[in-house]
């Protein structure tokens, strides 16, 4: 397993990183793509690329003092996308481009926060 302190960008970084929580586990991102490129002779073009990224986590995070269990979280991210962009020449001065792009985020969290003890000492419920 990969040991880090924390990914780029999560929202739970900063309190991981003021709380010093040890953490194990893997973030993996992948992107792919499609693209199809359709010519219109000298009348132009039309550009379609379908695209999926995702993100997946499998971590945890692990109190300092007690080394107890604070976060465990198996989660996936998907974004789906589908974009049309067509470059279309009216005469030799003007050309019209245009297109729509539809996107579809689906997000499957699964993630369980421990109980745990304050800076103060003071325990918290999870």
């Known amino acids: 397993m990969k040991r880090f302190a924390g ?5 739970g970084d900063v309190s991981r990183i003021m ?7 893997e973030v993996n ?10 010519l219109w002779g000298s009348a132009g073009y039309s550009n379609t690329s379908f695209s999926l990224s ?3 986590f499998n971590e ?22 589908l974009r049309n962009i067509n470059h279309l020449r ?8 245009f297109g729509a792009e539809l996107k ?10 421990g109980s745990y003890t304050d800076a103060l000492g003071n325990p918290v419920d999870g």
């Open 60 to 81: 945890q995070s692990f109190e300092t003092g007690s080394g107890i269990l604070f976060e465990n979280n198996r989660s996936l991210e998907e974004i789906f996308g």
């Open 54 to 56: 995702t993100e997946s």
């Open 29 to 38: 991102d992948q992107s792919n793509g499609l693209n199809w490129r359709v």
């Open 90 to 97: 009216l005469d030799t001065a003007n050309v019209a481009k």
């Open 7 to 11: 990914r780029r960008g999560a929202a």
């Open 19 to 25: 709380m010093n929580l040890p953490s194990v586990g």
């Open 104 to 113: 579809d985020i689906v997000g499957n969290y699964n993630v369980f926060y």
